[in-house]
């Protein structure tokens, strides 16, 4: 079903854990929006062409507005929203939404910014540095409408009564929604598979609408281009590498199967996944499957040191004796790869590609970086 709306113009922590598969672990403390703010300070001097907004007048391709983007409401049913300009005081809440403005240039669209669980690149900082950061990890209703915001760009989860707000309420009051689409809630029984075409899709559709398309289609042409890459270098390859993708909670693990974006992308990249239908294993399913490589997922929250939240999900597997016999512990191959680079993951899209390919197959130059 959809419905057609026109317009004219976590607790974060709960929240976050809705993003992914319902379990997910978070620092003691989250660090407090001062502390994000300064950690997300440009370290060397950028130059002001590097940091400027790409202007549509500078892009070969045009956006005739008015234009309409199908998203998807608080309920997973398609929204559709019409876009008379560019909008100019855009609320950008969550990793991916962010840095995927900032990759664009679009950081003199945003009112404010808010979800930060690490620092944004490098090349992104001084961008970053020029919007205001919220106190509120996840902004509320009330901070929300007081913004006035023209846009909202976020996760599906994120879009409730206590956060905020009800994304076709918005759209009928004249502020657009755009819901990262492998965050979409499912309706009813219906889940939907999390793709890196609705990655590529998402980045497109944001460059559409602020006119920013050839910017856009250079950043998904980059990831195409890296997977391409790969399967040239690996085509002679009779036998295709098995994988798992893991993340440890107690005594079990989420698995990451096809119907998830890490799943595609390593299926993409010529992987197998040796357990694609489970949502989750426990020591058994593991050891059965024995793998060529397993890639274990952490994600270090705000708060958290990075290396240690890594090691301590990778030592469930390495210093776990009943793992010791699996071909990927014995031959060196439990990698290690972030949950921002394959879930949801917007511009880092490619660090997860890269990831990926690197672990499938170590020993081949794949030209890619």
Not at 11 to 34: C, H, N, P, Q, W
Not at 90 to 114: F, K, N, P, R, S
Not at 178 to 189: A, E, L
Request: net charge negative; charged share 25%.
């Amino acid at each position: 079903m959809k419905r057609k709306v026109v317009a004219a113009k976590m607790t974060a922590l709960i929240l976050a854990a809705g993003m992914t598969f319902g379990s997910v672990s978070f620092a003691a403390e989250r660090k407090d929006a001062e502390a994000i703010k300064e950690e997300n300070q440009a370290t060397e001097a950028v130059s002001e062409g590097e940091t400027e907004a790409a202007e549509g007048s500078d892009s070969q391709k045009k956006t005739e507005y008015p234009v309409t983007i199908t998203t998807y409401g608080s309920d997973g049913l398609e929204l559709e929203t019409t876009y008379e300009k560019a909008p100019e005081k855009v609320l950008a809440v969550y990793q991916g939404c962010i840095e995927t403005l900032l990759a664009l240039g679009l950081e003199d669209h945003i009112v404010a910014t808010a979800g930060l669980d690490n620092e944004v690149p490098e090349d992104q900082k001084a961008a970053f540095s020029k919007t205001d950061y919220l106190d509120e990890f996840t902004p509320s209703l009330e901070t929300v409408t007081m913004l006035e915001p023209d846009m909202i760009f976020s996760w599906g989860s994120l879009f409730g009564d206590k956060t905020l707000g009800d994304a076709a309420g918005w759209v009928e009051k004249g502020t657009n929604t755009y819901i990262n689409t492998n965050t979409r809630p499912g309706t009813g029984d219906v889940k939907y598979a999390r793709t890196l075409e609705n990655e590529y899709t998402d980045i497109l559709n944001i460059g559409t609408i602020f006119d920013v398309q050839d910017k856009a289609e250079a950043i998904v042409n980059d990831m195409k281009d890296t997977i391409a890459k790969v399967t040239e270098a690996t085509a002679s390859i009779e036998e295709k590498p098995t994988a798992l993708i893991l993340e440890s909670w107690d005594d079990t693990f989420t698995n990451y199967g096809s119907a998830t974006l890490g799943g595609d992308m390593l299926t993409q990249l010529g992987g197998e996944l040796a357990n694609p239908d489970a949502s989750s294993v426990g020591k058994e399913d593991v050891i059965a499957a024995n793998p060529d490589v397993i890639f274990v997922v952490y994600m270090p929250y705000s708060g958290d040191d990075p290396e240690t939240v890594k090691q301590e999900k990778l030592d469930v597997l390495l210093k776990d004796e009943a793992y010791q016999s699996l071909d990927a512990v014995k031959n060196g191959r439990v990698v290690p790869i972030m949950l921002s680079e394959m879930y949801a993951s917007a511009t880092r899209t490619k660090d997860g590609i890269v990831t990926f390919a690197n672990g499938l197959y170590p020993d081949i130059d794949l030209g890619i970086e």
